[in-house]
């Protein structure tokens, strides 16, 4: 199947779930996420807030807080060519839609990639080799590919969350993407060895 209809296919089967199945998926992955090592690791979260029926990270957030990490949100700039900075983000933090009806905090404090400790990734799809379909936009990969690059300092890791039925058995990576550490779902983590 091609990554679009794999991605339309996805895409519709998870906007399916029920409001009651999609919010205990979302407390499963917390409770089995929140006390893993990449994430006890890190202090510089960066998550995401949930459309389009992906996964909610907002209950793994909420154990983020209480464990004293501090959470930032993708945001898209003017200034950094179809790349992501990420502004520090607080539950009580007014949100604006940005041009693909995304919410994004409107008090920034931004930094860039290279100074998060751990990206919670959003993603249409995923194998256990940490090979990822997003949405399409590429934002990801561009923002993160400096890790390709790096031989010893390899932070930010970036862990994918999903719903379980977004796994494949394989998918065949582009030349550019930029593959993840781990993926976790509402029944696993997935580590991935390199």
């Not at 519709?12 to 893993?36: I, V």
């Not at 200034?79 to 041009?99: G, I």
């Not at 249409?124 to 080799?129: E, I, L, N, Q």
Request: net charge positive; glycine share 4%.
């Amino acid at each position: 199947m091609s990554s679009r209809r794999l991605r339309q296919s996805i895409r519709q089967q998870r906007r399916s779930l029920s409001c009651a199945e999609a919010a205990y998926c979302a407390e499963q992955l917390a409770q089995r996420t929140a006390r893993h090592s990449l994430v006890l690791q890190s202090q510089r979260i960066a998550s995401y807030l949930a459309t389009d029926g992906e996964i909610d990270p907002y209950p793994l957030m909420q154990s983020l807080w209480r464990l004293g990490k501090t959470i930032y949100l993708p945001v898209l700039v003017t200034f950094s060519r179809q790349q992501l900075w990420f502004a520090e983000f607080d539950p009580s933090d007014e949100l604006a839609y940005n041009r693909f009806g995304i919410p994004e905090p409107v008090r920034r404090r931004l930094i860039k990639p290279r100074a998060l400790d751990l990206v919670l990734t959003p993603l249409v799809a995923f194998d256990c080799s940490g090979h990822r379909i997003g949405m399409g936009g590429g934002y990801y990969d561009r923002s993160f590919a400096f890790l390709r690059r790096r031989r010893h300092w390899h932070k930010p890791r970036l862990l994918g969350l999903a719903y379980e039925l977004q796994k494949q058995t394989a998918i065949i990576p582009n030349d550019w993407d930029i593959p993840l550490d781990a993926v976790a779902t509402e029944a696993h983590v997935y580590q991935v060895t390199r």
